[in-house]
């Protein structure tokens, strides 16, 4: 078995393939190899932008987590702001009370005495009216001592049953 080489036919085989090749480069090659950059660059864009949106996003989450916490500690100030605004209004509130109670006591302290007073005076009015009608009486009669003395006691009793 020989092996023979027919140079013609392989030359016009490589010549050919140089031409195909050629054409492949020119006309496919380079624009697959364009597309393929291309697509690599985005890609490679859209990794960036998920990475970037991901930190963003990490960002957010830990800014949101700051502004829950400041809420939820503001919440909690209010609350106890609250509380003691309540407690000390609570306090007024008996303390109000207590003075109304106190000044009430005093008004009815003082309106009794008022009032004590002027059966008091009345007292001594009707006292000296009467006293002053038994003078007139005795002085009237001309009685004697015995007869005054029943005379004032009845009228002791009088005032006395009056009264």
């Given amino acids: 078995m020989g092996f023979d080489i027919n140079w013609g036919s392989a030359l016009y085989q490589l010549l050919a393939f140089s031409v195909l090749l050629f054409f492949l480069s020119k006309f496919a090659l380079k624009p697959l190899l364009g597309i393929m950059e291309k697509r690599e660059q985005m890609i490679n864009e859209q990794i960036s932008s998920a990475e970037k949106n991901r930190k963003d996003s990490e960002a957010f989450i830990a800014e949101q987590r700051q502004a829950l916490e400041q809420a939820r500690m503001e919440a909690n100030e209010i609350i106890q702001n609250a509380k003691k605004l309540s407690e000390q209004q609570g306090q007024d509130i008996v303390k109000a009370a207590r003075n109304d109670a106190e000044r009430i006591k005093e008004s009815a302290v003082a309106e009794i005495q008022r009032e004590k007073e ?46």
Wanted: avoid cysteine; proline fraction near 0%; hydrophobic fraction near 45%.
């Fill in 118 to 163: 002027q059966a008091v005076s009345a007292l001594r009015e009707q006292v000296a009216g009467l006293s002053v009608l038994i003078a007139t009486k005795v002085i009237e009669k001309e009685l004697n001592e015995a007869e005054q003395e029943k005379l004032v006691q009845e009228y002791l009793k009088e005032v006395g049953e009056e009264l």
